[in-house]
């Protein structure tokens, strides 16, 4: 089972100028062989079909809670793509329901658009849907890690190349984010690997060749010292990771170690509504009214009981300003 | 971001007679276009993808709480096909690597035993992956909720199936737990349609039109009274789905209930090797040692630091000692 | 546009012994690469694509009235296949919603039973769905004759296995009757390529080399002339099929024909109600009592307006005595 | 079986500028998981598993009459997406085989150019296949009914996207069309699961929440009473839809009527060859002349028998002189 | 380009006892996602793309090379199929095309007889077909041969549990070589890895963790000393593998060895003729005459030029018998 | 097997400026369903799969010596897109890995970077994988002729729109190339199906009815008579292919002829480092010294032992310049 936290992983900027081109480019990260999905479902399927697990339970643990993680990177994954997208159509009333997307025709990825409501999709950057045959569970521990170590590899490579195709700045913090995160997966997957096998990894750091300490992005998470620190993501379980995941970071040579809580993490923006593509709706006032009148009638307060990054912030005012004016 | 807890949403019988063919027909819930993975997603996206949140939030509460509880879904559906793979090889030595798998050519999903380790995949009853093109993410409201219900709905009508084609005692467990729980998704999805459009669906229930409780195996939920509960899947967050789940419960008047904290569940199996499918080794002790020799490296207590539900349990023992022997 | 006619294009014999093995076997011939799927998609997609067809109108005619015909192969083959699962699983309700489909665990395509109503399917022998990429549709006539005439080969070669494969008498009167009218189709795409550019196909026929009068089952469609006729299925459009529709058949040399209405027919088989898998309802006959008086509203007479084949016929009345007992 | 007529639902202007981009985003009504392929197979395989269908006539009925008009809307798809592609490639002997093509490099979907002849394919807006996977066809009237509300409600979104996406003068007279006949279905399914259970979903009028009457290419039809009407698509059968389809119109409260005959409908244009992709030929005019020999052998009149919309427009006959100059 | 040489890779037994069944998994080592196809083509890929090749000479020919050998393996795994399929169906002429293939309904992969002659086809053992989205090929060295050395390990697992399932003798002598072979591979690019980044992977073999010392199959082949040799299959290129391949083998210790040509390999078997599924025809012996009158034309001998392996075995004679018969 | 020759079948000339729309549009010739995967494969299975060889030699040997040429075909293409993909990226390497791929976002295919090193796919113009689906291979031998005579037909028609859609000087050299050796391949098995059963398929060419010889780029091979040859491409085998590729060319009437050995062929040109999508690596030069070290180890000479064709061409230099300074 899991509990759900409201909050994102890191930090994103709001919205500002749309890009659904790269927008497009970023799915990769989210559907693709490499993408967040596949690190989710892998880690995911690997620890629910792991075998004799009291007997080798840090390795069990290991998988079981880097999984966790992964589902706060698809998270970060859309809600990066949805900044890109927000914008991408009029918000103007007048315009809709006419060409209100006459301006991306033929950019980006059409489902984008004509399927959803300018979100993210379970897709790739071609448009194809993640499916279940990228997932690898083949109960040999061996194996398993082997595999991780390589998806972790392609991951990394993707990151990069999604990084220098898109700049758009929530696309640069996503990757700057991510390369760090899944750098210290990439060498979690590889110690345990030396440690059940005694093979020696190191040296295959980096790949691609490029150390993430050259990327301006990945600066700040470096510095908080999160390319070394593996989260333990749950209550009270997975407290064995710290016999896998321990001993010097094979690029640096810095102490691994093992936190014992997940992260705080950020506050998520609440992106505002584009009635273009109905979402959530045509005239999503009416939807706050109906929202608002079920909230009193269950005796909730009047302000939302949750809190998110944006009350104040740029584009996001502006784009409330038009709906709610 | 998610924190996972390392129990099973309800209580699995210990694996008995291995059914193949059982599992395989499972993997519907599990990979199908209305199987677990399906719901996992969908809502998981709706959530990701939700724009206006502060305006609509018991909206967003709602179908952000459901998709946690769906991963605990996709984890019993998982452990229930690993339990029915469970003694489909032979454990005793002398056979593998001769003809381990011969009872089982042409039986069952050929990638349980050629791919995986005896484990379940992100695949349906035919083998065939679960795809990103099963997640419907409008950004509309009012129908991803429409979809919503119907994806409950098409659910299931698949759950009852494979509760008459396998009579396995876990698939017969799963699907009791699943029926009763999905119910309450279906009616939560067609509550907050009402409280949306002010349309009143009650009259669509039961569909399939057969009571959850003529189901034998649905009865210890109902009576616990979890056909009427929607849990809380999170320390602090989605409060607001008190505001669209309430009223009464379609089909038997009694009052729908917000329970505001995750259910105990149950502690898991830890299912036992299987080493003629090299899972987790070809030689199981040897990984055990090695994790027995790390954890003690750490600092770690001699016995595991994790509980699980079958430390004295019949077969698995037995397979147990075999491969300590 | 179309008209549809509520009869099959020849006779099927009522449900006897259920197979759903060779039920799974047949639906290669409905969403095969070669099946009435794509046969009947292929000319769909060429008539509606055909440009400059006003001065080619010979050749529009004849895809776009292959193409009405076909639809009526689909049709055929579908009820083949719910004729064949009928009696699959137990219509005693004592036994529904408890093992019903336990017989069928293992047995056939899952899909029938799990995700559909003991019905077809739009898939293959494997459980493989049909796909746009069947079709071929290059605009270029001499092409799209010579892809037509291959496909109708490949059709042809799957009819004669499925006939070899799977002797329910349904299936045999299915191959029988599509072994004859899709000959006919191979003649015309290679006669329409003769007229076209001169060449000469007759040697090439039959392919595979086995004379369609060797079939038992291919008989009484032979009798009556039916290897030799193209009907016409219009009202009053596709006059212009004589043109190319003509001279002796490979074969036998017997003078081709067109035949200038559509074919008689014959009345449908109405398949009596599987309540195990809910077709069409759990409680089957709560929705006649429904249906009845909705009709009674409507002012409809009290027995159905329409026809069918089997208002007095074995098993079938058999099923429906105790679904109204 | 079906006879089919060589008659547009609507009329649909004649080609003008081309608009491959916009083409390619049309794909999406023709192959996407709600476009009219969706439509058209999902009634028409719910209506061959219709199982116990006398005693269910008038929801039979309404399920294989839907499924006969949807047929006229895949026509009508491809026929604008062709409309659309004319003229994108040049007719300029002098040009082809030479770049003709380089125009339309990296626009719209390739497979419209180098697979086909500028011509519809079963596709979606990504360039994926329609897949049979997409039909569902439960043989459970309550829930193949919720199903194809849902589908009608999604099917609705996309049409107002693509609407909102190409303003093609061809797209918007189809989407214009499409809007209203599919509002139609949608409220026959509404009405067929209220008739059948004693749901209300009237309030659930309009999904998304934007008044058909609010697009200016719907009022035509709006104002010939097509919003209210159901057709019969059939020369004799499906008599009994009237005991479904029938009360008043969910969102103008007008009564809803049934039409004892198919729509007039409107002449097809027939568009230009296109040679840059040799359809129908590199030379189209020695087609015409091998056609109008077998036309004269075959006893037919000089002037083709069928008429159609275009004998003397714009664009096209411009395109004929060059192509017969 | 390539050169091909009618010979195959190893020796394998003549038809005895069909097994279907068998044949269907052993469609796993032809299009699984770690098959013979994916090796195939992931070299071959990886080889066209290698960019700064000259520079980089000795890894573009070790890969290059290696991707030539999988070639005969892929011809191997369809003649091992080929061989477990033969006599699957009737020769009995009396019987064709009556219910030849009646034995056969519901057993393996359906497709090896409506689809196929009795053939091996691009599918894996669920019979999906084999995908482009199989191949990785980065061009980034260091992450291709990562790729390559997890592709290997995921290979070896699969033939060993083939082999487990399946002791037909041809899918026996089948994986007996291909481990052997394979295990070379995988050494060959952990030892490019291991030369290029300096990491050891020495402990990580053997993975599964099974000697492949201890299959009884593959002793001929560890005799002859195949398990240490890389073959140079090219007449005069790929010359520069021996700096990569070399050292010590990481099980045994014993020296790795390029051997300066290809192996002699074995005759092929010529299988016989299926009438029943019309390989190559309904009746065979008309090509044969045919064939015969052809080469007499050409000035051919009368005995065909080529040599086959069995031209007076057992089972294989007695097909022919009754063929020529 | 196959021994393999590190040369192209024809000369490409070295890279120039950048074309990645138009690589993406070429992808149609590798992966597309007549693109040269398909030939290559198609013929390989039939091959593999040719029951009653021995007796069918003449017909076998076509088919398996085609296979072979086709080999070299996928190489010719893999190899034109990997020059149109050279320079599409900066190798500045101050810019990498910032924004280097910007320019390419939205354009082309993007897993041509973001997947692979700006290299060739298994993917057609959608940038979707072949698919083993597209193999047909039903053993009977007028069926795969056909078969193949219809792939060769759709194979020229995708060619001949490539040819008119990009117009990059290495697309144009292998359009060029391959309408001549496709056609040769078309004719081939015209040839082999009249041989077999006497029709007279001549008339039927040329199709697409364009004339190879109207196109400039295939001059310089009819010019050497590539259009009337078939090589035999084995060192020894396949000898039989003259008792049926004989007789008239169906164009041009000049005699058919088969050479006894495979073409010489061209040197390969060795494409660039692409460093930002790390093609060989990020830092390549690194690659190159390793390599250089490990064959001084081996002993081998100074200078790489294989030739390439561009050791002092253009932008290739450039690259090596900037790459070496």
């Not at 970023?26 to 693709?32: A, C, K, W």
């Not at 972790?152 to 220098?164: I, M």
Request: aromatic share 8%.
């Amino acid at each position: 089972m899991i509990l759900r936290i409201d909050r994102w992983g890191t930090e994103l900027p709001p919205p500002t100028d749309p890009d659904p081109a790269g927008a497009a480019a970023v799915q990769e990260l989210m559907g693709g062989r490499f993408g967040e999905m596949s690190t989710l479902m892998n880690y995911t399927f690997q620890s629910f079909n792991f075998r004799g697990r009291q007997g080798a339970r840090p390795f069990y643990d290991l998988i079981a809670n880097i999984a966790a993680e992964e589902y706060g990177h698809i998270e970060l994954v859309a809600a990066t793509i949805n900044t890109m997208l927000t914008g991408a159509s009029p918000i103007d009333d007048g315009r809709a329901p006419d060409a209100a997307l006459a301006d991306v025709k033929g950019i980006g990825n059409p489902h984008h658009f004509l399927a959803g409501g300018q979100g993210a999709l379970p897709q790739d950057s071609r448009g194809n849907p993640w499916t279940g045959d990228y997932v690898f569970s083949s109960g040999d521990l061996v194996e398993d890690l082997t595999h991780n170590f390589f998806l972790e590899t392609g991951a990394r490579n993707n990151k990069l190349k999604v990084y220098e195709m898109v700049d758009h700045p929530a696309a640069r913090a996503l990757t700057g984010y991510l390369l760090v995160r899944g750098g210290v997966h990439q060498v979690a997957y590889a110690r345990a690997l030396e440690n059940l096998t005694g093979a020696d990894l190191t040296k295959m750091f980096p790949t691609p060749r490029i150390p993430t300490e050259k990327i301006p992005e990945c600066q700040p998470h470096i510095e908080r010292g999160d390319h070394l620190r593996l989260y333990r993501f749950s209550p009270d379980d997975y407290r064995e990771i710290v016999a896998v995941f321990n001993g010097p970071h094979p690029e640096t040579g810095e102490d691994l170690e093992v936190v014992d809580e997940a992260p705080e993490g950020a506050l998520p923006n609440d992106l505002p509504p584009q009635p273009a593509v109905f979402a959530p709706d045509y005239a999503p006032e009416e939807i706050v009214q109906i929202a608002q009148r079920l909230r009193k009638q269950a005796g909730l307060p009047d302000k939302p009981t949750a809190k998110v990054a944006n009350d104040d912030q740029g584009m996001v005012d502006e784009v409330k300003d038009k709906l709610t004016s």
